[in-house]
């Protein structure tokens, strides 16, 4: 018994010093090139690494990278840019020469998705017809996600539409992991300050990103968010919820189905769809059970009868946001001319300024500014 664990303790002891051997006679900077043309060519993004690469081998065997950037091709500038990076390798391909990366983690990641990050399409590149019903090959694809696991801590997301104003997401942490078949599951938490207001979000569930990207389709089944801020009630806004989200690319549609969220003790189910033209053109058709307005809009009438006088010791009163100059001249309607929607709602019970009404139902339609409210009907318990 005494021979067959010491022979068992050297056979490990040479194991452990072969794979160490190994690793040190093996330079990782030798994949740097590699890595860059895979990237090129499976994505046509360029992949830049900043500073040498070097081996950690505890408690998973990786190779750590300085700054890098991911820049689309002919764009101003990159689409990801991140302090640090480590790729989780496996050791036996290691003995052929070759790279197989299980996970890939960024740490101090800016993403941004804005005019200056998108591809230039050059004037002579080939397009497609419209009626082409071949099937894609992996080439035709564009971009791709072909890791299995990806980690994001610590890092920001930057993205803006055209001429809108950017929006910036902090505080992003995102785990996702996915089979040879695209799909997988996600786990997503980040935090938005805008105009005054807070909001923080986390959500989890399913990808099938099968067909990408002319469809992508997402379940998420945990849905937690908290907004506060300016212009809202004074303990703020939270709820949760559950939803599938699909996007299609041919049409440039974003689609919510089986919609059902709460906010305060308000509660929405239904379905919304967006279609992302000049002009976003909205279709939204919502049920609710119970929505207290009185719970989810500031209550400014309560500021006006009081002649904004508030006694010693309240603090209750929702915060306003302060007014910017260049808006001073602006009518307050003026963001019905930027879309069009077709809007349907039925509720249960509406609680607003104090009162209760039953048997609610609207239907109005905004088409660039002119609304018409062609049905509003509801009894006053």
Same mark, same amino acid.
């Given at each position: 018994?005494?021979?067959?664990?010491?022979?068992l303790m050297?056979?490990?002891?040479?194991?452990?010093?072969?794979?160490?051997?190994?690793v040190?006679?093996?330079?990782?900077?030798?994949?740097?090139a590699?890595m860059?043309?895979?990237?090129?060519?499976?994505?046509?993004?360029?992949?830049?690494?900043?500073?040498?690469l070097?081996?950690?081998?505890?408690?998973?065997?990786?190779?750590?990278?300085?700054?890098?950037?991911?820049?689309?091709? %002919?764009?101003?500038?990159?689409?990801?840019?991140?302090?640090?990076?480590?790729l989780?390798?496996?050791?036996?391909?290691?003995?052929?020469?070759?790279?197989?990366?299980k996970?890939?983690?960024?740490?101090?990641?800016?993403?941004? #998705?804005?005019?200056?990050?998108?591809?230039?399409?050059?004037?002579?590149?080939?397009?497609?017809?419209?009626?082409?019903?071949l099937?894609?090959?992996?080439?035709?694809?564009?971009?791709?996600?072909?890791?299995?696991?990806?980690?994001v801590?610590?890092?920001?997301?930057?993205?803006?539409?055209?001429?809108?104003?950017?929006?910036?997401?902090?505080?992003?942490?995102?785990?996702?992991?996915?089979?040879a078949?695209?799909?997988g599951?996600?786990?997503?938490?980040?935090?938005?300050?805008?105009?005054?207001?807070?909001l923080?979000?986390?959500?989890?569930?399913?990808?099938?990103?099968?067909?990408?990207p002319?469809?992508?389709?997402?379940?998420? +089944?945990q849905?937690?968010?908290?907004?506060?801020g300016?212009?809202?009630?004074?303990?703020g806004? +939270?709820?949760?919820?559950?939803?599938?989200?699909?996007?299609?690319?041919?049409?440039?549609?974003?689609?919510?189905n089986?919609?059902?969220?709460?906010?305060?003790?308000?509660?929405?189910?239904?379905?919304?769809?967006?279609?992302?033209?000049?002009?976003?053109?909205?279709?939204?058709?919502?049920?609710?059970?119970?929505?207290n307005?009185?719970?989810? #809009?500031?209550?400014?009438?309560?500021?006006?009868?009081? %002649?904004?006088?508030?006694?010693?010791?309240?603090?209750?009163?929702?915060?306003t946001?302060?007014?910017?100059?260049?808006?001073?001249?602006?009518?307050?309607?003026q963001?019905?001319?930027?879309?069009?929607?077709?809007?349907?709602?039925q509720?249960?019970?509406?609680?607003?300024? %104090?009162?209760?009404f039953?048997?609610v139902?609207?239907?109005?339609?905004?088409?660039?500014?002119?609304?018409?409210?062609?049905?509003?009907?509801?009894?006053?318990?």
């Amino acid at each position: 018994m005494r021979r067959f664990l010491t022979t068992l303790m050297i056979l490990l002891v040479v194991l452990v010093a072969g794979f160490s051997a190994l690793v040190l006679l093996v330079n990782p900077n030798d994949f740097r090139a590699y890595m860059v043309q895979q990237v090129a060519a499976r994505s046509e993004y360029q992949l830049q690494l900043d500073g040498p690469l070097r081996w950690h081998v505890w408690p998973q065997l990786s190779i750590l990278s300085g700054r890098m950037t991911l820049t689309a091709r %002919g764009a101003s500038e990159p689409l990801v840019r991140a302090d640090n990076m480590r790729l989780d390798v496996a050791l036996w391909p290691l003995l052929s020469h070759q790279l197989h990366v299980k996970q890939v983690m960024l740490k101090g990641g800016v993403i941004q #998705l804005t005019p200056q990050t998108e591809a230039v399409r050059s004037d002579d590149a080939p397009v497609a017809p419209k009626d082409n019903t071949l099937p894609d090959v992996a080439e035709d694809r564009g971009w791709s996600f072909d890791i299995r696991s990806l980690r994001v801590a610590d890092s920001v997301l930057v993205f803006q539409h055209e001429n809108d104003d950017q929006v910036t997401v902090r505080d992003i942490r995102l785990n996702m992991e996915q089979d040879a078949e695209h799909r997988g599951t996600f786990d997503f938490s980040g935090r938005v300050n805008r105009d005054q207001r807070d909001l923080a979000l986390s959500f989890s569930g399913t990808v099938d990103a099968s067909d990408y990207p002319h469809n992508l389709t997402a379940g998420i +089944e945990q849905l937690r968010w908290q907004l506060q801020g300016a212009d809202l009630p004074a303990q703020g806004i +939270e709820g949760q919820g559950q939803l599938q989200a699909q996007w299609q690319e041919a049409q440039k549609r974003l689609s919510f189905n089986h919609l059902n969220l709460t906010a305060n003790d308000s509660s929405l189910t239904g379905q919304v769809q967006v279609t992302l033209a000049e002009q976003p053109e909205w279709q939204i058709d919502l049920q609710s059970s119970k929505l207290n307005l009185d719970n989810l #809009l500031p209550h400014h009438s309560a500021v006006a009868q009081t %002649g904004g006088a508030v006694s010693q010791g309240q603090n209750t009163l929702p915060l306003t946001r302060p007014v910017i100059a260049s808006r001073v001249g602006a009518p307050p309607y003026q963001g019905l001319q930027s879309f069009t929607a077709e809007i349907a709602l039925q509720a249960d019970s509406v609680r607003w300024r %104090g009162m209760d009404f039953t048997q609610v139902s609207t239907k109005m339609s905004n088409q660039a500014g002119l609304l018409d409210i062609t049905e509003l009907q509801g009894k006053l318990a």
